[in-house]
């Protein structure tokens, strides 16, 4: 018990937990961002794909033939 209180009360220990809880916050903000720009970037290379197939470059299928 005097362990726990002694975690408890030091400084050092809510420094760390104080920073654990920004570190969490900046990763889940990170993780939010990357899947939005991905979702966005993958609308816009298909957009850029049916561009290209609907000119007659490449195939649908991505053999590229040569």
């Known amino acids: 018990m005097k362990f ?3 975690i408890l009360c030091e400084e050092e220990a809510a420094t760390a937990v104080e920073y654990a ?3 969490s916050l900046i990763l889940g903000t990170i993780v939010g961002v ?3 720009v991905g979702a966005q970037s993958g609308g816009l ?3 850029i794909q049916s561009d290209l197939i609907s000119v007659g470059f490449g195939t649908p299928s991505g ?3 040569s």
Do not use: S
């Open 34 to 36: 990357i899947g939005v």
């Open 21 to 23: 809880v920004m570190l």
């Open 4 to 6: 726990l209180t002694t």
């Open 45 to 47: 290379w298909g957009g």
């Open 63 to 65: 053999g590229g033939g």
